[in-house]
């Protein structure tokens, strides 16, 4: 569904053979773990069986001492970091954190949190030297949701965090040790006239769990400390210059020290940007003399990395009898896991970014508890946010009589709104992803039988610019070697190909992307914030237009004219005297036209509009078990232009069946100690393809004006409507309205119970 | 991970010698899906593991007039392909299929699953409630064991250290008798169950009254759970759903669910309920002769 009338591409649209397709149905595709170095060692690590403890006695000399050691770390052998904030990309990094997280230093702060590491002959010995590592602990008492964390006679994690943006008359304090890190408020016209004004309101609690990424490829590391001391990784990474930056920053080396080799990636969605092996890889490997490889199983992956937020929400809404918003108020507290940064910022913002709301509040608090330091997840802080909001504004339709769809076409946000946090919209496409529901074959069908019903909810991410960089070469066949910095998730060798691809008129097959490493290419940030398609897109169609004017400039010595006599049109150039050679006739000439011919283009400047999705959903819900079958998904999704839309519709249902994920059974589970007790896929229980349907991709194209070809990011926006619209579908089946992450079968028949009292 | 040998005696006679180590230090091999995993996470760690994959006796499965004899090594795909299995021991089958996915079941055993005694293990309430028994060979001579007097507690069981479950025998079952084994999973697949519940009904001619009756419980306690009283209930009574209800309380009564990660203790006395009245609708489908469709997992 297009809303302009689209130029005529030639391969932007069309579904290419991806370039890395072959190797990765074959099981060539190289991944960190398959990397094998001449006298690598295998690392293991020690992590705490605590959710809070002093470490009161650390000693690895017996571990040293097992013959086929050849290494062991622990913090003290890491520089110190002082207290220095650092800029990594997406956002400043406090560097004494980051590396307490690496390796505990005094304290641990979660379960499974990292204290030490060896590197052996063999991954048995190394696993054996660990348990001989001496270690005594005072275990302290741990605190493990935001509401509590935030109380003052809670534990507190850090004595170095104080409250960030606060303001007298919030909790915690200026001066005080506390686990509240940051505060946000933003606040547009009056909130307390509006709620005054308004003819309905409606105010609910939430609750959402911690969950994780669930990447189904492992943290990995080698690294090599080479005698010249220069440092070279081979890891699974999001983005190798963050990645570089990180190692460099925490070994306090020079960055251009460091390279990064990016390995195929399985997996990130926010998870794998932030460093965990490779410094103390490194460590090892400078101690050892030898390369090192450490990778994480799956129970170190759940216990220490990603996860994303649980959350503590209020939302308070007001409209008028028409279903009008007036008034909106919102309290959000995230929990940040062991160190501060949870998305809470994006969650403020996110809460009501879907509709034009005149009189609003937002609060929210990011707060340490005893879980591992969060990490961004796929439109991070957003999709808790939409679960409340969305669900929320169901209800009111309800009471009002009101189609779901109605009332959010009635308040959506459009070119123009004012977020409550201050930014205007530019053109963007929220109404048309809800019309695109309204309109679909599944909304418009009827949902017979007992226990079934039918949601809808809608989502938003921002989608970020940042900086890109692409280099290509023309070989004398025509063809061209695409490089590029950013680490393929989704698909992005072709997108990237496809968009070079069309600038210059020639097939995309006739391109060979390559991702490089650091010392390749020119800087470029993160695989992440649904950005790559869209920046180093801009980057490769820069890239292309440097090879056209080049183009141009050769062929005019080829015909002796001047550069401002030839155009290069449809894939060749030609002459205001009618010759004409086509991209291939003139590659081939290049040697005698004056040498090779290499283009480059980087982004930077240009900033993303925005994208919102709408998703519908049927669900049955088991009246005496409170389990729900997903019956029938749509989503439908503004992503300007899709340049391959196959990769489109992959993006929109692998985002999906993770919100899906969280809305029917993903969550931490804790003891009352504060451990985790299902560290496992088996207990950790993500959706299998037994749970979920075809997800039906309904893609709408609004383009976004600052790209080129009016690319919006898609990768993050689909993890957002599911569980609100989950919710929202049960509580249309059964008559119970949930308001906690997740909707485990326990919880809903609990609900049932109630109402049938 | 430990370094271990490996052995793959073909008489159980050899088996039994090399078991006869000091305790921990050899460990039978079946499917391994239990056993590898356990040793990869250091929760044992045997010098040797002995695979009893090659021992005949292990590898028995014969149905006839005195019953079924199933070796202990078997593994659940052989079981549930098997066509007797299938008319008579049918609860046997609902759990061969569903312990893990077809890679699982063509190495997983229920011997194994029976000696790994979990407390949700899928096939052990099958086997209890079809009436097995456990027939166990060390160097000591053999014995023979009610299944439901197999398991002590979670990872626990009446096996001495060297000894060998060899084989499972069940009664072969009266006229008109159906089983029916089904769990509650929160996913669809690969999941443990929440609880679990085997049974075996016996109609008379009529096929309206039942006359016999074993209910077996699973994950609501250290170890599965024969539940008499629950089954007492039912005898000489019609099978319809008032029925069934009557014996709701009793199988609740004898329920010992604990709180964690995969249910609350309310949640599962409540599904032992639920379970139990869908398993004894399909075993009585079943024991008339009736093909009842059922979800696994709910
Ligand atoms: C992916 C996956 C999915 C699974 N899904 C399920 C499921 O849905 N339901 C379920 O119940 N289980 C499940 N399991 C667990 C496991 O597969 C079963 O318990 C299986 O039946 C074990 O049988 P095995 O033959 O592999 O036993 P093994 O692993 O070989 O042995 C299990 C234990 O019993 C001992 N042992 C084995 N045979 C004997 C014997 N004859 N005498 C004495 N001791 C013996 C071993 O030493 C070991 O300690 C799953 C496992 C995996 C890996």
Not at chain 1, 140 to 146: E, K, N, W
Request: with cysteine; glycine share 10%.
């Amino acid at each position: 569904m297009s809303t302009v009338e689209k130029p005529s591409y030639k391969v932007i649209g069309t579904r290419p053979i991806r370039h890395d397709g072959v190797d990765k149905v074959t099981g060539r595709a190289k991944y960190g773990a398959d990397i094998r170095l001449t006298g690598m060692l295998w690392a293991a690590m020690l992590r705490s069986p605590h959710a809070h403890a002093k470490i009161t006695r650390l000693d690895t000399s017996k571990a040293k001492a097992l013959p086929g050691v050849r290494a062991v770390v622990t913090s003290k052998d890491f520089p110190d970091q002082g207290d220095r904030l650092v800029e990594l990309g997406e956002g400043s990094v406090n560097m004494k954190h980051l590396a307490a997280n690496v390796l505990a230093h005094d304290k641990v702060l979660y379960h499974g949190h990292a204290i030490a590491a060896v590197a052996a002959d063999s991954i048995h010995i190394a696993q054996q030297a660990v348990e001989l590592i001496e270690i005594e602990y005072e275990v302290l008492p741990p605190v493990q949701d935001a509401l509590s964390a935030m109380k003052p006679e809670s534990p507190v994690l850090n004595t170095d965090v104080r409250t960030k943006g606060y303001v007298a008359g919030g909790p915690g304090s200026a001066d005080q040790p506390t686990n509240v890190a940051s505060r946000i408020y933003f606040e547009q016209g009056d909130i307390k006239k509006g709620f005054a004004d308004a003819a309905v309101v409606v105010e609910r609690e939430f609750h959402t769990a911690t969950v994780h990424q669930g990447y189904i490829e492992p943290h990995n590391a080698t690294v090599l400390w080479n005698a010249d001391g220069k440092v070279t990784v081979w890891m699974s990474t999001q983005g190798t210059f963050t990645a570089r930056q990180q190692t460099a920053e925490l070994l306090r080396i020079p960055v251009s020290d460091v390279k990064v080799v990016p390995m195929e990636i399985g997996g990130g969605f926010g998870g794998k940007i932030s460093v965990y092996l490779p410094p103390v890889a490194a460590m090892l490997s400078k101690l050892s003399g030898r390369p090192v490889q450490l990778v994480m199983d799956r129970a170190a992956v759940l216990l220490a990395t990603g996860p994303t937020p649980g959350s503590y929400i209020r939302v308070k809404v007001g409209t008028d009898k028409s279903g009008r918003i007036i008034a909106a108020d919102a309290y959000l507290a995230y929990e940040a896991g062991a160190y501060p940064g949870s998305p809470i910022g994006p969650g403020c913002m996110c809460i009501f970014s879907c509709y034009d709301i005149p009189n609003a509040r937002v609060e929210g608090y990011d707060v340490c508890v005893n879980k591992p330091r969060t990490n961004a997840y796929r439109a991070p802080g957003s999709t808790n946010a939409a679960f409340a909001m969305e669900t929320v504004l169901d209800e009111i339709a309800k009471q009002l009589k009101l189609d779901p769809a109605e009332i959010r076409l009635l308040n959506a946000a459009k070119e123009g709104t004012r977020r409550v946090d201050g930014p205007k919209y530019s053109r963007i496409g929220m109404a048309e992803t809800v019309e695109a529901i309204r309109d679909s074959a599944h909304y418009q069908s009827p949902l017979p039988g007992p226990n079934r019903g039918r949601g809808i909810a809608t989502g938003f991410w921002f989608n970020v610019g940042l900086k890109s960089s692409v280099t290509a070469t023309l070989n004398l066949d025509g063809k061209v070697s695409l490089l590029e910095g950013s680490t393929d998730i989704g698909g992005t060798r072709t997108s990237i190909a496809m968009q070079f691809a069309e600038t210059l008129g020639i097939p995309c097959e006739d391109v060979h992307p390559s991702v490089v490493d650091t010392d390749s290419i020119g800087y470029t940030d993160v695989t992440g914030g649904s950005r790559t398609t869209f920046s180093t897109g801009i980057a490769a169609v820069n890239a292309a237009n440097d090879i056209k004017q080049q183009l141009i400039e050769r062929a005019a010595i080829h015909w002796q004219t001047t550069p401002d006599k030839v155009q290069y049109i449809d894939g060749g150039v030609t002459c205001s005297d009618g010759q004409r050679l086509t991209f291939k006739e003139l590659a081939a000439e290049l040697h005698e036209l004056g040498g090779p011919v290499i283009g480059q283009g980087t982004s930077g400047k240009e900033a993303q509009g925005g994208a919102f999705g709408t998703h519908c959903v049927d669900v049955e819900v088991d009246p005496e078990t409170g389990k729900v079958q997903i019956l029938r998904y749509t989503a439908a999704q503004d992503c300007g232009t899709a340049i391959h839309p196959s990769y489109v519709e992959g993006q929109i249902q692998g985002g999906a069946v993770q919100g899906i994920g969280w809305a029917l059974n993903e969550e931490f589970w804790y003891d009352p100690k504060g451990l985790l007790r299902n560290a496992t896929f088996l207990d950790y229980r993500m959706p299998t393809c037994y749970d979920v349907p075809m997800i039906d991709a309904i893609i709408v194209e609004v383009p976004d004006p600052s790209h080129p070809y009016g690319v919006r990011g898609v990768g993050e926006v689909p993890i957002c409507p599911p569980p609100a619209a989950i919710a929202n579908a049960i509580a249309n089946a059964v008559g119970v309205q949930m308001t906690t992450l997740p909707m485990s079968p326990p919880k809903i028949m609990a609900e049932l119970l109630k109402q049938k009292k | 991970m430990r370094d271990f040998d490996y052995v793959a005696p073909t008489s159980l006679q050899q088996a039994v010698e090399l078991l006869a180590k000091p305790a921990g230090q050899a460990r039978p091999l079946a499917g391994g899906t239990d056993l590898i995993d356990h040793v990869r996470n250091g929760r044992l760690s045997p010098d040797v593991l002995v695979d009893i994959k090659k021992i005949p006796e292990l590898n028995l499965l014969e149905a006839g007039p005195n019953g079924l004899r199933l070796g202990a090594a078997v593994n659940c795909a052989t079981i549930a392909a098997h066509q007797a299995v299938q008319a008579q021991y049918t609860a046997l089958v609902d759990s061969c299929q569903i312990i893990g996915g077809v890679q699982i079941q063509s190495r997983a055993s229920v011997g194994g699953n029976m000696c790994n005694s979990g407390p949700a293990a899928d096939s052990t309430p099958s086997v209890i409630a079809l009436g097995g028994r456990c027939v166990i060979t060390g160097a000591q001579g053999t014995r023979e064991v009610a299944a439901e007097d197999f398991c002590t507690g979670p990872g626990k069981n009446v096996l001495k250290p060297g000894e060998l479950l060899v084989e499972l025998r069940f009664p072969a079952p009266a006229p008109h008798t159906g089983s029916h084994y089904r769990r509650f999973i929160p996913r669809n697949e690969m999941d443990i169950a929440v609880v679990g519940i085997g049974v075996s009904v016996t109609l008379d001619d009529t096929l309206k009254i039942i006359t016999a009756a074993r209910i077996a419980l699973g994950a609501v306690g250290p170890t599965p759970i024969l539940a008499t009283a629950a089954a007492q209930a039912l005898i000489g009574q019609p099978a319809t759903d008032e029925t069934y209800q009557k014996a709701v309380p009793l199988a609740r009564e004898v329920a010992t669910p604990i709180n964690d990660m995969r249910g609350t203790k309310d949640y599962r006395i409540h599904l032992v309920g639920v379970l139990l009245v869908r398993s004894l609708q399909a075993a009585v489908a079943r024991a008339k002769g009736e093909c009842p469709n059922y979800k696994p997992g709910h």
